[in-house]
C-alpha cells in the first residue's frame, strides 16, 4: 500500500499537501502514538506556566499588533484603561447616590440631594461606554490587519526556508500548525489580549472602588474568581492537548481528501481501484479524530460544570458574608448597596477576564507554535545579503561534496567533484537514483553540501547571496510545477514580460506550437478547475518548462530529464540547441538518453552518490566500463528495433 501511495504521492501534479505529506505505513501510521510520540514536553504546562506565559503573550501579541497598526493598538489600548477610571468613579459615586436616598427625611428631598451624584453616575457611565465603543472599533480594525500581518510573516518565511526543510517531517507538523492555527489565532490573540487588559481593568475598578467603600469587602471579590479560573484553564488546556495529538492526523487526512477529491489524482484512483483503500484510511483517521475531539468534549464538559458548580457555592459565600458585615454594623447600608453593585460589576468583568484568559491562554498555545515556527523557519532560512554572485562565471566546481537529505540512512552524494567551465555543455549520466538531480541542485545552490564545497569562480556558494544567484541560474526540473496560471506566467516566472524574449523561449522549446493550438494564446489559462481553463499533455508541458528555462536570462541553464515527454522531432530540435550551446549558456544536462549526450563537453557518470567514471564519449567508450555498458545497451536496443 505504502508503494501506491507514493506513486500518486509523487504525480507531478499532486496536490501539495500530498506531495510533501509523509505517508506512513498501513497500521504504525494510525497508531495514536504515531502523534504522541512529538514533544510531549509542551504538553505537561502547569497552571503556573500559564500565569507566567500570560504576560509575555500579551507583550507578543501587543508588538504584533503595533506593527500592524500603532494607532488602533494605542486606541485600543488607552480606551480600556480610561473606561477602567470612569467605572470607579462610577461604583463611588453610587454609594453617595444611595447614602443620599437612605437617609432619613421626606423622599422630595432626599432624591434632589441624590441628583448631582446621580448626574455623575450617569456620565461615568456615558463616558466609560463612549471609550469601551471606541476601544472596540479599533480592536475590530487591528484583527485583519494582525491576521495580513501575521500570514505575510510565514510565507516571507517558508519561500525562504532551505529546500532541504521540506523533506523534514517535524519542519511539515510545525508549519501546519503555524498555518492553520496559528495564523488565525494570531489575530484572536491581540483581540483576547486587549479583551483581557480591558476586563482586568474593570475587575481592578471594581477592587477598587470595594476597597474605597470598606477594605474588608475587596477579598470578597476575589472568592468568586478561583473556580471559574481553574476551569477556563483547564477547558484550554484540555483543547490544545486535542489538538496537539491530532496535528499529524489532520494532515493525513488532507493528505487523503486531496487523493480523493483533486482532479490530478482521479484516473489513478480509479485505474488501481483504490476508492475503497483510501475510504478505509481515511475512516481510521476520521475515527482516531472522533475518538479524541469526544474525549476533549467530555473532559471539557466536566470541568466546566465542576467550575460553575464552585463559583456558584463561591458567590452565595460572598452574599452571605456581605449580610454578616452589616448585620455586624460593619458596613452601613448605602456601602453594603453600592458593595452588591460593584461585586456585580466586578463579577461580570471577572467572567469577561476568565473568558478572554482562556482565549488568550487557547489561542496564546497556537501563536505559540506560530512564534516557534517563525524562530524554526528564521534558523532553517538561506542566508540572504552574502557578496553577489558574478555571472557569468569562468568556473563553477563541486569540490568533494557529501549530501544526505535529512532523515535518509545514507549519503545521496559523497565525495562527489565536478567542474563546470563557462560556455560547457557538461552531462550527468547515470542509473536511477544515483545522485545527478541531488548534483544539480546542490549546483544550483537550492541545497548546500554536508562537507565540501560549490564555487562559482572559487566563491563558495555558501557565502553569496542566494536569491542574486539564483538570478543566474536556470533549473528545469524534473518535477517541473504546473502553475495553475496562464501561459505567458508559466513561462515568465514572475520576471517582467518581454515579449521578444518570450517569443524566442517559446520558438527554442517548441512551445510556440502549443501556444499556436491555444484559443487565447498565450492568455490561456492552463487549470481546468477553473472556468475556460486549459489542460495540456504531458509533452506540452515539458515545453512549457524548457521555454521557463530558456526565457530566464541565465548564465547556467541545468536541463534535467528535459525531454522525457517529448516527442522524437521535439527532442531532436531540443537537443539540438543544447548542442549548439543554447545561445552561449552553460549547460548542465541530465538525460538517460546517451546518444544525445554523445557531444557534450564532459560527461560524468555517476554510480550509488559517486563519481564512477568522467570524460568525453569516445574517452569514456575506450575505457569500457559503466557508461560503455550502458550506451550498449541502449544502442543494442534500438539495433533490435531496426
Ligand atoms: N527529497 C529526498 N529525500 C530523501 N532522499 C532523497 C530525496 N530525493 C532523492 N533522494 C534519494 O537520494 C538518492 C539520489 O537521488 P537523485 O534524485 O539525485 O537520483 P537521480 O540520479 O537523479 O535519479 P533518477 O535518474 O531516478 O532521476 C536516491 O537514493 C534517492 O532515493
Not at 342 to 348: E, I, L, M, P, S
Amino acid at each position: 500500500m505504502r508503494l501506491k501511495l507514493r506513486r500518486l504521492g509523487a504525480s507531478q501534479r499532486t496536490p501539495s499537501s500530498a506531495r510533501d505529506a509523509d505517508v506512513p505505513d498501513d497500521r504504525s501510521g494510525l497508531d495514536v502514538a504515531y502523534w504522541e510520540s512529538h514533544d510531549e514536553h509542551l504538553l505537561t504546562t502547569t497552571l503556573a506556566t500559564i500565569a507566567r506565559r500570560l504576560p509575555s503573550l500579551v507583550t507578543g501579541a501587543l508588538r504584533l499588533a503595533w506593527e500592524a497598526s500603532p494607532r488602533d493598538t494605542a486606541a485600543a489600548v488607552s480606551g480600556a484603561l480610561a473606561a477602567g477610571v470612569f467605572t470607579v468613579f462610577g461604583l463611588v459615586a453610587t454609594s453617595d447616590v444611595l447614602a443620599s436616598l437612605f437617609a432619613a427625611g421626606p423622599t422630595p428631598e432626599r432624591v434632589r440631594a441624590a441628583l448631582p451624584s446621580l448626574l455623575l453616575v450617569a456620565g461615568a457611565a456615558g463616558l466609560r461606554g463612549a471609550l469601551l465603543t471606541g476601544a472596540g472599533w479599533a480592536q475590530a480594525r487591528l484583527k485583519p490587519l494582525v491576521e495580513r500581518l501575521a500570514e505575510t510573516r510565514l510565507f516571507e518565511l517558508t519561500t525562504r526556508v532551505d529546500l532541504t526543510a521540506f523533506d523534514d517531517h517535524d519542519f511539515h507538523n510545525a508549519m501546519r500548525r503555524a498555518r492553520d492555527s496559528g495564523v488565525p489565532d494570531s489575530a484572536t490573540v491581540v483581540e483576547t489580549a486587549v479583551s483581557v487588559l480591558t476586563a482586568a481593568v474593570g475587575v481592578l475598578a471594581s477592587a477598587v472602588a470595594l476597597g474605597l467603600l470598606h477594605p474588608v469587602l475587596t477579598p470578597l471579590l476575589l472568592v468568586t474568581a478561583l473556580p471559574a479560573g481553574w476551569a477556563a484553564v483547564r477547558a484550554a488546556r484540555l483543547g490544545y492537548q486535542g489538538f496537539y495529538r491530532l496535528s499529524a492526523a489532520r494532515r493525513r487526512k488532507f493528505m487523503l481528501s486531496d487523493l480523493m477529491a483533486e482532479r490530478l489524482p482521479a484516473a489513478e484512483v480509479r485505474a488501481y481501484g483504490l476508492r475503497g483503500f483510501l475510504l478505509g484510511q481515511y475512516a481510521k483517521v476520521a475515527d482516531l479524530e472522533q475518538e479524541v475531539q469526544l474525549d476533549v468534549a467530555r473532559r471539557r464538559t466536566a470541568a466546566k460544570a465542576a467550575g460553575d458548580l464552585m463559583t456558584g457555592v463561591a458567590t452565595a459565600g460572598v452574599y452571605v458574608a456581605l449580610g454578616a458585615l452589616l448585620a455586624a454594623g460593619v458596613v452601613p447600608l448605602a456601602v453594603a448597596g453600592a458593595a452588591v453593585l460593584a461585586v456585580r460589576a466586578g463579577q461580570g468583568s471577572l467572567t469577561g477576564l476568565i473568558q478572554a484568559m482562556n482565549r488568550l491562554y487557547e489561542a496564546g498555545l497556537y501563536f505559540g507554535d506560530y512564534l516557534t515556527f517563525r524562530e524554526l523557519a528564521e534558523e532553517r532560512a538561506a542566508p540572504s545579503g552574502g557578496a553577489l554572485a558574478p555571472a557569468p562565471f569562468r568556473r563553477l566546481t563541486a569540490d568533494d561534496v557529501t549530501f544526505t537529505y535529512p532523515g535518509a540512512g545514507r549519503p545521496a552524494l559523497s565525495g562527489v567533484s565536478v567542474t563546470v567551465n563557462r560556455g560547457e555543455v557538461i552531462a550527468l549520466v547515470g542509473e536511477n537514483g544515483s545522485g545527478k538531480t541531488t548534483l544539480a541542485k546542490l549546483l544550483a545552490g537550492l541545497y548546500r553540501p554536508d562537507t565540501g564545497a560549490v564555487r562559482w569562480d572559487g566563491a563558495d556558494l555558501a557565502t553569496l547571496d542566494a536569491d542574486a544567484l539564483r538570478r543566474h541560474v536556470s533549473v528545469i526540473a524534473q518535477d517541473h510545477t504546473r502553475w495553475p496560471l496562464t501561459v505567458r506566467e508559466n513561462i515568465v516566472m514572475g520576471e517582467a514580460v518581454d515579449e521578444r524574449r518570450l517569443a524566442a523561449a517559446a520558438r527554442a522549446s517548441g512551445a510556440h506550437e502549443v501556444v499556436a493550438a491555444l484559443p487565447d494564446g498565450y492568455d490561456a489559462l492552463l487549470d481546468r478547475r477553473f472556468r475556460g481553463g486549459h489542460d495540456l499533455s504531458g509533452g506540452q508541458w515539458q515545453r512549457i518548462a524548457v521555454a521557463r528555462g530558456f526565457y530566464r536570462d541565465a548564465a547556467l541553464v541545468i536541463f534535467d530529464e528535459p525531454t522525457s515527454a517529448l516527442d522524437a522531432r521535439a527532442e531532436h530540435a531540443l537537443f539540438e540547441r543544447i548542442r549548439s550551446h543554447a545561445d552561449g549558456r552553460t549547460i548542465v544536462l541530465i538525460t538517460h538518453r546517451l546518444a544525445s549526450v554523445r557531444y557534450a563537453d564532459r560527461i560524468y557518470v555517476l554510480d550509488h552518490g559517486h563519481v564512477a567514471e568522467q570524460g568525453t564519449h569516445e574517452e569514456l567508450m575506450a575505457r569500457d566500463g559503466l557508461y560503455a555498458d550502458l550506451y550498449a545497451l541502449q544502442a543494442s536496443a534500438y539495433q533490435e528495433v531496426s
